[in-house]
């Protein structure tokens, strides 16, 4: 079983910067996607960002301009720069892997992200 563990998250001022790293172990498996996802305080779990295996890459709306998504696929490793945060970025980020075939989901546990003056 693959495993994933975030690290990065803290307490950031409007405006200022973080960097996110999730970083898998364990037996390596195909992977089609690696991402982000975010949930914050009374709301559902949204993707934030994601590359696929051959490099394309996605984001959400909110957070075009202002992140950058990164990946390894031989180090099975994704970062998420996240720069001018907002206030509304804050969260709990879960890094993620997906696999199509068969579709199968990893999670990390989460790291927190709080975005205040």
Do not use: H
Request: aromatic fraction near 8%; charge should be positive; hydrophobic fraction near 35%.
């Amino acid at each position: 079983q693959v495993q994933l563990v975030e690290s990065g998250g803290g307490l950031v001022q409007p405006g200022g910067s973080l960097r996110l790293s999730c970083t898998a172990s364990g037996s390596t498996i195909r992977v089609n996607y690696m991402g982000w996802y975010r949930q914050a305080p009374g709301k559902q779990r949204e993707l934030v960002a994601r590359i696929s295996s051959g490099g394309a890459i996605d984001y959400t709306d909110s957070v075009k301009g202002r992140f950058t998504i990164s990946g390894d696929n031989a180090k099975n490793t994704v970062s998420l720069q996240m720069n001018s945060l907002l206030p509304e970025d804050t969260g709990l980020y879960f890094c993620n892997m997906l696999r199509i075939f068969p579709i199968t989901n990893y999670w990390g546990k989460g790291t927190l992200v709080t975005v205040s003056s």
